[in-house]
């Protein structure tokens, strides 16, 4: 079993459309949790951290379910430039090492 | 801004070459990582270091090895490249300590072993 698991999608939505992405992790022991953007042969660029209280920026927000080991991301108001790749990154116990979700691919149309 | 540099953005390589991949970070990071990354397979961490002349097997380090002089530059070294190499290949770094723990990735480098 991987250790992050996420939908790979695509998730194909309009302009303007509310989208939420959902991920699990299977160690109970991590310690922080992000998401990483990753555009089309790109390197991933972090999104946002994901904090237990739950967390905002924008048009993004990202929550953090301990007890269930999962963690989400709503997207609001899709642009089009939201197209991309969604990594879910969960950070091990001892913090040098991050397991990555294999992406959630998301396609903004006009 | 935290800063991860790769030494070639592209690279062709033949069957047995020796390749080297360098990556140096500006920001001081305790942590440096060597990944690949290929379609339908995501990111799969191959090796990491945590100080200078400390290194840690990730989950597919065969056919790799690395190195780490100083804290600032970790190189990737491809003994003998075969053609199921050919990926990208994306360096990163994070601090281990200070509470700030977002990994930085390099712009990648797309290696081709023909």
């Known amino acids: 079993r991987k250790e992050v698991e996420q939908d790979p999608g695509p998730f194909n939505v309009p302009e303007g459309a509310t989208v939420a992405f959902n991920c699990t992790y299977s160690n109970s022991a991590s310690q922080s949790f992000f998401w990483y953007r990753q555009d089309c042969r790109k390197e991933p660029k972090l999104l946002m951290s994901?904090?237990?209280s739950g967390n905002e920026d924008g048009r993004f927000t990202a929550q953090l379910n301990r007890a269930s080991q999962y963690i989400s991301l709503l997207i609001r108001d899709s642009k089009l430039s939201d197209s991309a790749t969604y990594l879910c990154v969960a950070l091990g116990g001892n913090f040098n090492k991050f397991y990555f979700g294999s992406g959630t691919k998301l396609n903004v149309k006009p | 801004d935290v800063k991860v540099t790769q030494s070639s953005r592209y690279l062709v390589k033949r069957t047995g070459e020796k390749v080297f991949l360098e990556c140096v970070q500006d920001m001081d990071h305790e942590n440096m990582f060597w990944y690949r990354q290929d379609p339908g397979l995501g990111l799969r961490l191959i090796y990491f270091s945590y100080d200078v002349k400390m290194k840690e097997k990730g989950d597919i380090p065969e056919g790799y090895s690395v190195s780490r002089e100083k804290k600032e530059r970790f190189s990737l070294i491809l003994e003998s490249a075969s053609t199921n190499q050919t990926s990208m290949y994306l360096c990163a770094s994070s601090l281990l300590t200070g509470g700030i723990y977002e990994q930085y990735f390099g712009p990648g480098t797309r290696l081709t072993v023909t």
């Open positions: 994901v904090y237990s």
